[in-house]
């Protein structure tokens, strides 16, 4: 009966063991996609509230601009042996990232008190050599939240959503959203070098026509959506639908309307509007668009 009550015993044990692992197992799994989901998923949303159009300005990057200025201040005299000019940055600095830090609920975490205190404790020292060490410290710790969550922020801030544009297709006269209105721009471009490949000069001329004009609008209404100043007056492109591209499709345009297109010339100079324009303009802006698209499609997986 004690070996069978032992045995008993054992086996309790064991289970607890195992169940105990399991739940450091899950604990352990559960945190990792906490972390997964920080890195993948957008901003905060309390950080709205800092940011147009909820804000008349960007309230939080001026904040942060006025917690830079004191820790480069502190670089700056440490370098020109002004420790009067040190100590005052430091006590500016010091307000303001207690300011910052109580800003975004979720991000308290990432203020920690250490490294500033530690700074502090160096600068009262007086001692250049404990200084700098304790300053790369402190940038660490701005360092892994910018890594983060800088370009996040800029993305979601900066860049205005596609998704919000409305756009009158001068081929159909119809409205179309701005994602209809580019795969219908990129069929009509594509459409050129099928048809002429299939020994259909009309259809590819026709083709030509639509792109062209579809760029134009592109180019000369819709881009200035976004490409404004602060008083809404337009700011000129140097590039992507500048004067010189829409040169480079006039020649496309005139290659096309030869008696007999030279297929060579027409592929020259398709491939270098799908490069220097499509392709270099892709590059710029598709990145927070497509960022902006992930977190909405995937907004139930980052809550």
Known sequence: MKRFSF????AIITLFLIVLAMASCSSNQQSE?????????PPPTSLEQYFPPKAQAPVYLIEMFNLAGPLE?????????????VKTNFQAFQTQYSKVSKMVPEWTSRFPEDPV???GKAID???QAQIGPAMGKVGEVCGSCHLIYQVKVQQQYHWKNFDDIEITDPVTAQSMSFGD?????????SGIAIDLQEGQIDNARKNFQAFNARFDTLATDTCKECHVDPSGKEIPRKYFVDDSMKALINQLGQALAAPAPDAQSIQQLSGAIGNDACLNCHL????????KDTWENFADLFK
């Open 284 to 291: 710029v802006h598709l990145p927070a668009q497509n960022a």
């Open 7 to 10: 045995i008993g015993f054992l």
């Open 125 to 127: 020292s007086g001692n």
């Open 181 to 189: 209105y580019m795969t219908a721009m990129a069929g009509a471009y």
């Open 117 to 119: 205190t530690a700074l």
């Open 33 to 41: 996609v906490d972390q997964l989901k920080q890195i993948a998923g």
């Open 73 to 85: 201040g502190i670089g700056v005299d440490l370098q020109e042996q002004d420790m009067a000019g």
